[in-house]
Each structure stands twice: as structure tokens, then as C-alpha cells.
């Protein structure tokens, strides 16, 4: 199969396209590459820059095919455009997910109780998060160009995947299999406190109270000093 092109727009638009899509392939390994990079200096773990690129590559996949089911037309520059936005928000929301495991973890809890509580501290601003940008991404659907209304479209579908099964389901659930081996080779403490531990929230909100009564008496002295 060959194709001929003999000059014009024509022509400038099939030499882009090339020249985009046969790159694309070193960019998207780039992309990874560099992902892992940082969440292995950053966790000090093998496993987990593998399973943000596994999580990574389930939403583009997903995305990507719901995009070819609706699009008869798909515009070419579409998909790479959306490329780097889905994984800059999946990396976004990982990140945040997993400092607050590891925090947990660091703290004595055990594996299990350790994600279950970062999920259930971090899930509903994660979530939240995803509908902030689903109603910023939904302004692109009601443009009249055809890419933008498709760039909108895989948007919007990518973030609340991404957000509500994703970061909440998939994710977890690979963190729990992994068990013990989660944070090799970083020399993680013992886990002894289960989730039903909620000594840590008990804690902040004794601290916060006792923090606002000071600050009152604080007050409170200064305004006998000025009468």
C-alpha cells in the first residue's frame, strides 16, 4: 500500500500527520519512562512505578477505544493532543492517592489498613476533583468545530474513568495484591495498627481545638492590654 500525494494542503496535512504518529511511539516511552523515574526516586519502590504506568495505560486504552466506538471521523491530531492532559491528571491524582498511603503506612498501619484509610482520606477530593474538570472539559462540547467537540468528549470521559473507578478501584485493588512486596526494597516499619485505629483523627482534632482556644486567649490578652 502506497499512497500519493501530489502537493497542496493536501499534502502539508499527510506529512504532519506521518511525522507526528511515527514519533509518537518514542514520546509515549519517554513519557513513561521519566513518570517511573519519579515515582521510584520519589516512593523509593520498584512495584509502584509499575503499577502507575499499568493504571496510565488502562485509562488511555479505554479512552482510546470509547473514542474509535463513537467517532466514525476521529480527527488524527485528537488522540495525541489528549495524550499528554490524561497523563498528566492521572499522574496528579496517583501521586496524591499514594503520598497519603505511604504516610499512612510509615505511621505503623498494615497494608491493608494503609491504603484503605488513603483511600477513604483522599477519595472524595479525588472524585471531586474529577468533577470540577469533567464541567471545565465540558465547555469543549459546545464548540462547533468537530476536534474540539471529540478532544472534549475524550476529556471528560478520561477524567471520570480515571477518577471515580480508577484512582478508587483499580488501583487499590492492585496496591492490596501486591501485599508485602508493595514498598521493596524500602525498609517499611513494621504494621501493627489496623484500620479501625483511629487514634491519628482523634489527635488532629484535639490539636485544632486546643490551637483555637489559644488563639483566643491570645486575643483575649490583647484586647486587655489595649483597655
Not at 497542496?8 to 514520546?27: I, S
Not at 517499611?188 to 488532629?204: C, N, Q, T
Amino acid at each position: 500500500y502506497q499512497r500519493r500525494v501530489h502537493g497542496g494542503g493536501a499534502c502539508a496535512d499527510v506529512d504532519a500527520m506521518d511525522a507526528v504518529y511515527n514519533a509518537m511511539p518514542v514520546m509515549c516511552c519517554a513519557t513513561f519512562g521519566v513518570i517511573m523515574l519519579i515515582v521510584l526516586v520519589t516512593f523509593r519502590s520498584i512495584l509502584l512505578p509499575i503499577v502507575f504506568v499499568l493504571a496510565m495505560l488502562y485509562t488511555l486504552c479505554v479512552t482510546f477505544g470509547v473514542a474509535v466506538l463513537v467517532f466514525s471521523d476521529l480527527q488524527w491530531i485528537v488522540p495525541v493532543m489528549a495524550f499528554s492532559i490524561i497523563c498528566g491528571l492521572a499522574l496528579d491524582y496517583g501521586i496524591f492517592l499514594l503520598v497519603r498511603v505511604r504516610e499512612f503506612r510509615k505511621k505503623g498501619f498494615t497494608n491493608p489498613a494503609c491504603i484503605t484509610k488513603g483511600v477513604y482520606k483522599t477519595g472524595s477530593i479525588i472524585t471531586s476533583a474529577g468533577i470540577i474538570m469533567f464541567i471545565a472539559f465540558g465547555g469543549l462540547l459546545l464548540s462547533s468545530v468537530n476536534a474540539l467537540n471529540q478532544f472534549g468528549v475524550l476529556l471528560c470521559f478520561s477524567v471520570l474513568l480515571d477518577t471515580f473507578i480508577i484512582r478508587c478501584c483499580f488501583v487499590p485493588a492492585l496496591l492490596t495484591l501486591l501485599g508485602r512486596y508493595l514498598w521493596w526494597p524500602w525498609n517499611a516499619p513494621p504494621g501493627e495498627r489496623s484500620e479501625d485505629d483511629v487514634m491519628d483523627d482523634v489527635l488532629i482534632e484535639g490539636t485544632i481545638q486546643e490551637d483555637d482556644q489559644l488563639l483566643k486567649s491570645k486575643e483575649c490578652c490583647l484586647l486587655k492590654k489595649r483597655y
